[in-house]
């Protein structure tokens, strides 16, 4: 087995290493990374700058509309993003809870793990590419179905 193949022993699941010869080298993939990271950052750097000077709880904010919510009138699994960012930001943890407990207990855990596998494969030059299974996807429409349906009638 070429070391670079996957399935390696050793290997964490989803990396997968520059096994084809005309493929990117490990260097190429950690650049990359690198690259990629340090735009991302940038980007969200300067969203959160944006936001924690524009209070989401304010009417009248310059803020995009949840299109869910403008087309239904009815709250979509992520909407209280925004406002349980803004109260992140400003520490208060309660407030982000009631905005969007769901988005915060697991998908802040997910986004944040997701991450920090890609960027830690990318570091070591391997490339990770996640895979939701069938059950997965199962799993994650279900949660946010549910999640739907539950703050809608509850208010």
Known sequence: ????????????????????????TARSIRTRTIRQASAALGVGALGAVYLWHTNPHQPGQLLLPCPFKWATGLLCPACGGTRMAYDLMHGDVLAAFHDNAVLLVLGVPAVGYLLARWLGA??????????????????????????MVARNLVG
């Open 1 to 24: 087995m070429d070391p670079g193949e996957p399935g390696r022993p050793g290997d964490a699941p989803g990396t997968v290493g520059p096994a084809d010869p005309a493929g990117p």
């Open 122 to 147: 990318g570091l070591r030059g391997r490339r990770f590419r996640p895979r939701l299974t069938a059950r997965g996807n199962a799993a994650v429409l279900g949660v946010a179905a549910v999640w």
